[in-house]
């Protein structure tokens, strides 16, 4: 991944501190923002939960976090890895990437360790449902560790704003204080693509004649 550009350092630090619901335009780098808050979390002394992710985003994340030579790598927790496994992975801490009907079970049975949490990170936040499953993991573990924070993200922001308070209703069910809002049009980002403005070169390719008899004519 290559070194943050000053409106994504902006961003990440807008979300760093408190729980929040972060979306922004498409295109901004929220891949990024992922990373960074997965890398920063790469510690035994932390546990954050990755939800809603497809496998083939955790196996990417996974690769790109050993390439930078993370000394505590992330686990993925699949239906292969059994409870004790689970466990273990739990309490090992570090970034762990388990769907929510496996969290689920794990909680109700108590295998999750729920006051190791640091927090969960929530990808795709807006395809959230009022009955999904996310929801229901996210309140059985604030019973168990009000403390933890929430961070959903997002860089479909049409999505976000179909239906009605879509938005409000991702933060109310999630208990999410925060909407952080990163437009093209913020004056870091406008800055920031100012300042790196595209070379352009035009090419011009020869006609021959009958090209150029066969375009006069059209």
Known sequence: MHELLEYEASMLLDIHQDSSLLVVAEGLGLDTIVFSTLKLHSDPHNLLLVSNYRMSEARFLKSL???????????????????????????????????????????????????????????????????????FAIRLLRERNPSMFIKAVSDNAISMTSGYNHAERIMLQLGIPRLVLWPRFNIQVVKCFDEAQPQVEEVRVRSFPKMSRLLFTC
């Open 65 to 135: 976090l050993a390439q930078d030579d993370i000394l505590h790598p992330p686990n993925i927790i699949t239906a292969e890895v059994n409870n004790k496994e689970r466990e273990a992975m739990y309490k090992r801490g570090g970034v762990i990437f388990v769907s929510s009907r496996i969290l689920v079970v794990d909680l109700l049975m108590d295998r999750m360790p729920a006051a190791l949490v640091s927090g969960v990170l929530i990808l795709r936040a807006h395809e959230l449902q009022e009955a999904c499953q996310e929801n």
